[in-house]
Structure formats: structure tokens, C-alpha cells
């Protein structure tokens, strides 16, 4: 069951962070107010299903990983708590910055470069989620281990 929980709230995490990313993009390259404040509204109404799930995946991570130890879990430790880090420390203050200038059309130097940064924050996270993801399913054996030549962290 813990495995099905992990598995279930660490792929909703990666599904939310890419939807949010991907959202952000493209209503940045449409240049429509009205849909850049819809995304950045939508995002924080998003933020009640994100921040659960990754406290689900990391907490049944947790729970996964005491009968185990390794470079892999090791691996999957730290970034969990990079991941945790950058979002509570900066994709859920930009989240919430963000949809306040934009709702009163402030897109000036400020939104550019929170949106820097948030746009910095979650390809960090996408990418680490995905290497947790890949490294879940090497300790499942539903990926075949990393070769010994390979120097993958």
C-alpha cells in the first residue's frame, strides 16, 4: 500500500510542477493578460493538491527507505529535501507574488524576474522529480540498474 501511495503522489507531483511550468509558458508567450492571471490563479488553486502530494511522496519515501540504504536512496533523500526546500522557499512565495501582480496588471521588472525564477525553481523541479521518479523504478526493478561506467547522480 505504502508503495502505491509513494508511486500514485511522487507521479501526481511531477504531472502538477510540469502542468504549472508548461501552463506558465505558454500563457507567457500568448501575451493575454487575461489568461497569464488565469494561469497564475489556477496555480495557486493547484498548490492544494501539489503540496500534499509531496508531502505524501517524501513521507512514504521516508517510510520505503528504513529497511533500505544505498547510493540510490541516499540519492533520493537528498533531493527530496531540495525539492521540498525550492518549493516552500520559492515556488510557493512566486506562486502567490506572482498572482497578485498580475491581477492588478504589474507585469514590470519585478513579475519578469519572479517569473525567472519561479520558471528556474520548477525546471529544477521537474528535473530532480524526474530523477526520483527514474531511481524509484530502479529500486521496483521495473528499471534495469545503472551501469557501473555510468557517473548519473
Known sequence: MKR????IAGTLALCLVSAFFLSTMLAELSGNVETIVTVKRGILYGLALLIPSIAA???SGNFLARSRRGRIVDGKQRRMKFIAMNGLLVLVPCAFVLYRLASR????????????AELMAGATNIY????MMRDGFRLSGRLA???ASSRES
Open 145 to 147: 540498474p545503472a551501469r
Open 128 to 131: 530532480l522529480l524526474s530523477k
Open 4 to 7: 502505491t501511495v509513494h508511486g
Open 105 to 116: 496588471g504589474n507585469f514590470g521588472p519585478l513579475f519578469v524576474g519572479l517569473q525567472a
Open 57 to 59: 511522496a517524501g513521507g
